[in-house]
């Protein structure tokens, strides 16, 4: 058996370990899709190794290897490393951040997987324009007898 070792985009500084039958070495930097508590996320594997510090019957199987683009460098992979170290930083946080959006995160649409994927929704620079949350008002309309829809944004 194969164990994945995968960061994660989530606020733990950790590694996450997951069985994999068709893994090798040299799947290090490609992205996979794992399950993670009650959600399906995607993370970048690490390190490829033949045993676990966590027990066998807690090792939850990685669901799928996205080998739709290259592999992440290990060069690449050596500066997150001590990007995270130096920075006190999850490893999965900082890969999350270093990569372009659609890479650490694919759309519900049109992603390798071919379905929904947990994914936070992407930041909006400070000061641009359109930047901060819309904020519908229909229903304040609705409610003083204006049936038109505005929307505004902060």
């Known amino acids: 058996m194969t164990i994945l070792r995968v960061a994660i ?7 996450f370990d997951y069985r994999s039958e068709d893994a090798t070495r040299a799947d290090i930097g490609y992205r996979v899709l794992v399950p993670f508590g009650k ?4 993370g970048v594997i690490w390190d490829v190794v033949a045993k676990s510090k966590v027990a066998d019957s807690r090792l939850r199987s990685a669901e799928k290897i996205l080998r739709d683009v290259a592999p992440l460098p290990r060069e690449w992979l050596a500066l997150v490393e001590f990007c995270s ?9 900082v890969v999350a951040a ?11 649409q049109g992603s390798a997987c071919g ?9 909006r620079a400070a000061g ?3 930047a901060g949350p819309r904020i519908g008002i229909r229903s304040r309309c609705a409610s003083e007898g204006k049936p038109k829809s505005v929307e505004a944004r902060h």
Not at 115 to 123: E, F, K, Q, T, Y
């Open 98 to 108: 270093a990569l372009p959006p659609r890479r650490a995160y694919p759309d519900r």
């Open 115 to 123: 379905d929904s994927i947990a994914a936070p929704a992407p930041a």
């Open 85 to 93: 170290s130096y920075y006190h930083g999850p490893p999965g946080e």
């Open 39 to 42: 959600k399906r996320l995607v």
């Open 128 to 130: 641009a324009v359109g």
């Open 9 to 15: 985009d989530v606020p733990l500084p950790t590694l």
